[in-house]
């Protein structure tokens, strides 16, 4: 599951707040069930794990789960990029 590292009450507010908002206008078929924390200490992993995503596309994870939720998040969030 995912979850969202909050490090203000304010951070944790917002992702709580949008989130309810994604469910209430069903922008995907199921609830979003990402776990709001609050962050604690971050330890960066090996090289070999950064950018996992854009290093192997043809790794079916990437292909099968991954790819989908990022072109649906892009769609969604158009209006965001650059």
Do not use: M, W
Not at 52 to 65: A, I, L
């Amino acid at each position: 599951r995912s979850v969202i590292f909050c490090q203000s009450v304010e951070q944790k507010q917002l992702a709580t707040a949008f989130i309810a908002k994604l469910n209430q206008e069903k922008v995907f078929s199921n609830a979003i069930v990402t776990q709001i924390s609050d962050a604690v200490p971050f330890y960066a992993a090996e090289a070999y794990h950064q950018n996992y995503f854009n290093n192997h596309p043809q790794q079916g994870y990437c292909q099968f789960v991954v790819e989908p939720k990022v072109l649906k998040f892009k769609q969604y969030f158009k209006e965001y990029q650059a």
